[in-house]
């Protein structure tokens, strides 16, 4: 069993999951980004509802769970990661950003809608991605991937200071980002 | 007062307060961050199983992510649920192969769209897992607690994906 526990694998686990996934579903479907128009639309920067969801999100997430970390309720769980990882990675993913129209968690959401590019193509794409990864892993490892390696920090704990003294101007500065985007039209 | 349950489109704003809260939701109950990539990895891991049987187990990447069922990959299948209740309940639920600005460009092909979204699909399968995480698990997650790998993969997905999209739409697309 403690096996199972490990992975996440444990009956009232994955129950939990697929309830916070519904919910995570039905959100994302009322905010109009499991369709491809609303995600090119925002790298085209035409339409910033992609923008607006993430950032709300982030502020509110944010202020909760560091909270929550003081009370002692939750341990922040952040990923680790590197130059060659992150930067490399993340530009790839951003061209499989632009040319699917959807990402991994949206587009699950697309097929909730009944978008059939993203079930076919889409899915089948991204999973053949993964597996291509994985068999690419064992030398992409021990070159790029440990490239610039900075590991699980965080900002507070880069720069040695309170977590608040970063998370009330972050929230603050993402709050301007916000209302910047509303003055300009969009 | 229930009239948000069958609106098209609700404020971005809400939407984002209740993905917020969600999250703080999965930390305290789940001991889990929102993410989405990994599910797309243990599935790959199934599929090679299925077809190259067990010894796939033991390649570096899928010991790291074990082929199975786990929170995150019923997080995942619970977004089509909560997906196709909401667009079911507002009448936005529509069969579509291609989507309306894709056409407007590119043209009203199914088999080109289907093309084109297999190869966008492998180029963000192969960077989600290259990068450690997706717009969910570094983006959304990641970000908010304030994890450098994150904010640093979050800025790239956009730079990337800014400039592969002006690129097909204003270069290839013209």
Redesign the interface.
Same mark, same amino acid.
């Given at each position: 069993m403690a096996n199972a526990q490990e992975?996440?694998?444990k009956g009232s686990?994955?129950?939990?999951?697929?309830?916070?996934?519904?919910?995570?579903?039905? *959100?994302?479907?009322?905010?109009?980004v499991?369709?491809?128009?609303v995600i090119?639309?925002q790298?085209?920067?035409t339409d910033f509802?992609v923008l607006?969801?993430?950032?709300?999100?982030?502020?509110?997430?944010?202020i909760?769970?560091y909270a929550?970390k003081g009370f002692g309720?939750? &341990? *922040?769980?952040?990923?680790?990661? #590197?130059?060659g990882?992150?930067?490399?990675?993340?530009?790839?993913?951003?061209?499989?950003?632009?040319?699917?129209?959807y990402?991994?968690?949206?587009?699950?959401?697309?097929?909730?809608?009944?978008?059939?590019?993203?079930l076919?193509?889409?899915?089948?794409?991204?999973?053949?991605?993964?597996?291509?990864?994985?068999?690419a892993?064992?030398r992409?490892?021990k070159g790029i991937?440990s490239k610039g390696d900075?590991g699980?920090?965080?900002?507070?704990r880069?720069l040695k200071v309170n977590d608040w003294i970063?998370?009330v101007p972050?929230a603050v500065v993402l709050y301007l980002i916000?209302r910047l985007i509303e003055s300009s039209g969009h | 007062m229930m009239e948000?349950l069958f609106?098209r489109?609700?404020s971005?704003?809400i939407?984002?307060?209740?993905?917020?809260?969600?999250?703080?939701?999965?930390?305290?109950?789940?001991?889990?961050?929102?993410g989405?990539?990994t599910?797309?990895?243990r599935?790959?891991?199934m599929?090679?199983r299925l077809l190259r049987g067990k010894r796939v187990l033991l390649?570096?990447?899928?010991e790291k992510f074990?082929p199975?069922?786990?929170?995150?990959?019923?997080?995942?299948?619970?977004?089509?649920?909560?997906?196709?209740?909401?667009?079911l309940l507002?009448g936005?639920?529509?069969?579509?192969?291609?989507?309306? &600005?894709?056409a407007a460009t590119f043209g009203f092909s199914?088999l080109l769209?289907?093309?084109?979204? *297999?190869?966008?699909?492998?180029?963000?399968?192969?960077?989600? &897992?290259?990068?450690?995480?997706?717009?969910?698990?570094?983006?959304?997650?990641?970000?908010?607690?304030?994890?450098? #790998?994150?904010?640093? #993969?979050?800025?790239?997905?956009?730079?990337?994906?800014?400039?592969?999209?002006?690129f097909?739409?204003n270069v290839i697309g013209r």
């Open positions: 992975t996440g694998t686990t994955l129950i939990a999951g697929f309830i916070f996934g519904i919910i995570f579903g039905f *959100l994302l479907q009322k905010g109009g499991t369709k491809y128009d090119i639309g790298l085209l920067l509802t607006k969801i993430m950032l709300t999100a982030v502020i509110t997430g944010m909760g769970i929550m309720w939750v &341990r *922040l769980q952040p990923k680790p990661g #590197s130059f990882t992150n930067v490399a990675g993340g530009l790839i993913f951003g061209v499989g950003f632009a040319v699917l129209g990402c991994p968690g949206t587009i699950a959401g697309a097929v909730g809608n009944g978008y059939l590019d993203g076919f193509g889409g899915i089948t794409g991204i999973v053949l991605g993964a597996g291509l990864f994985a068999a892993y064992p992409l490892q991937l900075w699980d920090v965080t900002l507070p880069l970063v998370v972050v916000l | 948000w609106a489109q609700l971005p704003y939407v984002g307060v209740g993905i917020g809260i969600l999250s703080w939701f999965t930390f305290l109950i789940s001991q889990k961050p929102i989405c990539s599910a797309f990895a599935t790959s891991g599929v090679e390649k570096p990447y899928y074990k199975v069922v786990d929170w995150e990959w019923m997080l995942v299948f619970g977004i089509v649920f909560g997906s196709l209740i909401s667009s507002s936005d639920f529509a069969w579509q192969w291609v989507p309306a &600005r894709w199914p769209r289907f093309i084109v979204a *297999l190869g966008g699909g492998i180029c963000l399968g192969f960077g989600a &897992r290259w990068a450690g995480g997706c717009t969910s698990g570094h983006g959304i997650s990641g970000t908010l607690q304030l994890a450098v #790998s994150s904010w640093v #993969s979050a800025i790239c997905f956009f730079i990337g994906g800014i400039a592969s999209a002006f097909l739409y």
